[in-house]
């Protein structure tokens, strides 16, 4: 992955110091913390936020698209903001994580979204986002990058076989890699697959593009 522009906004100064560490150490991303919000920050490829007031947030992220419609976004909530998970997805984020997960996974995450156009979310959020009629028990946001770009490709009808060719991988693979996708995300064949990926936000409603 080339070195990307990542802005953080964040109170907590040993939160972005800790997040700025790890993105330098396993991406080196150039990371620009963004003070207060302003029409004059520089656009960036990603804004990672940390904040439990929905309305700061939906600010920073109005900001930043007015630079870069297509900027990624991570939101940081504590635990016990549960109920602002729903809302905060609403607008357009690409990861959401609970404070006390760390930033340890954020690189991986990272990667995962800026290469797959997935959207992930932290288990203890799930059941403030997840449909009244679906368990949390049957699904899981451990999906692997390859997982991800498969799902991509099922949710543009792709057939195993082209899929096989475009991620350069074994048919054998592609179906072991659409097993695992049924049974983590419950579904009944591929189309109910990708139909429960979209309604629960793994995926965006657009067309995820096909893997480099």
């Not at 940390?50 to 939906?58: A, H, K, P, T, V």
């Not at 699904?139 to 949710?155: M, N, P």
């Not at 048919?171 to 591929?190: G, Q």
């Amino acid at each position: 992955m080339n070195s990307i522009d990542v802005g953080i906004v964040s109170h907590s100064p040993i939160f972005a110091a800790g997040i700025r560490a790890v993105l330098d150490r396993d991406i080196g991303a150039r990371v620009i913390i963004l003070n207060s919000p302003s029409s004059n920050w520089p656009p960036v490829a990603t804004v990672i936020i940390e904040s439990d007031n929905l309305n700061q947030i939906e600010s920073t992220l109005m900001i930043c698209r007015l630079s870069n419609p297509e900027v990624k976004s991570a939101v940081f909530l504590s635990p016990l903001t549960l109920h602002l998970a729903a809302s905060v997805m609403k607008l357009g984020v690409n990861i959401l994580l609970d404070k006390t997960q760390g930033c340890e996974q954020l690189s991986h995450l990272l990667r995962a979204v800026l290469s797959a156009e997935c959207v992930m979310v932290s288990q203890s959020f799930w059941t403030a986002i997840l449909p009244d009629n679906l368990s949390i028990n049957h699904y899981s946001i451990g999906l692997t990058r390859r997982e991800f770009e498969v799902l991509a490709l099922i949710d543009q009808n792709y057939s195993n076989t082209e899929i096989a060719e475009v991620l350069q991988i074994s048919v054998h693979t592609v179906k072991r890699h659409v097993e695992h996708l049924l049974r983590k995300l419950n579904a009944t064949d591929r189309h109910h697959c990708a139909r429960i990926a979209h309604q629960v936000g793994i995926l965006h409603k657009t067309r995820a593009p096909l893997p480099a």
